[in-house]
């Protein structure tokens, strides 16, 4: 019985590891914050540090949203508030005949 039993669990494994190799890994934490203040200072903004992403508002957040972005408000150490926007996330590899990502945008809030 053992010399079946050997290859069996040989083959199963690979077979049971699979889903979980193509699991999605969430991001470190913090990392959302650091790309967002990064995203803001490019634009020309003083921003240190990111240390709050909440919902954008709902006007802002369908308006990009239909441009293919993921809009979210950006609160930073300074006391200022912004709305980033970034592409939204593709799962795999991009098809060669896909468009171009969206260019995320960065908007200052009163």
């Known amino acids: 019985m053992s010399r079946w039993l ?3 669990a040989v083959l199963a494994f690979p077979i049971m590891a699979l889903p979980s190799a193509w699991a999605d890994i969430p991001p470190p934490p913090g990392s959302q914050e650091r790309a967002a203040a990064a995203l803001i200072r490019d634009h020309g903004h003083a921003c240190p540090n990111v ?3 909440a919902a954008a508002p709902p006007a ?4 990009l949203a239909k441009q293919g972005l993921d809009a ?3 609160v930073c150490d300074n006391g200022k508030r912004f709305v980033v926007a970034f592409p939204f996330r593709r799962p795999g590899p991009p098809r060669p005949d896909a468009p171009p990502p969206p260019t995320p ?3 200052p809030l009163p």
């Open 60 to 63: 802002d957040a369908d308006a």
């Open 105 to 107: 945008v960065v908007k």
């Open 72 to 74: 979210s408000t950006a």
């Open 6 to 8: 050997v290859p069996l």
């Open 51 to 53: 240390t709050r992403l």
